[in-house]
């Protein structure tokens, strides 16, 4: 299954869950996703709790945002209840963690890859890495941020360490 495939399964799967249009999810997902980069960009970190956080090379602050707030602002962009956006990026994450837990690699589009690693046919760690647009957009702006690491979530390492 490719990756269009995939996002157009999981959007489906959260506007059914939730039963809001598919174009909704999808704007509200592409919305926050975009905001992350803005974010990165700018030298903020930028978790998805649970399962990663993205933290650049040089912060501009030593303060860091929740899901709800940064659901907030993009709520207010889009003209949506904040609960709505909350609710769709809490269950874009819960279903991101869950497809790694069954093995599927997961990419938070424009943002991290994380690929599920096998031992003895179980997924026991998994490698995330930023994606190479994320890179190229770095290389290409006029901003103090140069590099961004990747960090698994302790809960998720210990989750898979355990199955």
Known sequence: MDDRT???IQVWIIADKYNISQTTVHTIIN?????CKELLINGERVDFYGLVSIVPDTLSTNYSTTLAYNCSIIADRLGLPSYTVYRIMQAYIEDAIENIQNGVTV????LVV???IYENRKVTKVHSNISQS?????????T?????RVHTYKVLRDTLSNV
């Open 6 to 8: 995939r996002i157009g």
């Open 31 to 35: 919305s926050y996703l975009a905001y």
């Open 107 to 110: 990419e938070m589009r424009g």
């Open 114 to 116: 994380c690929r599920p």
């Open 134 to 142: 994320l890179k190229n957009i770095l290389a290409s702006e006029s």
């Open 144 to 148: 103090n941020v140069k590099s961004l």
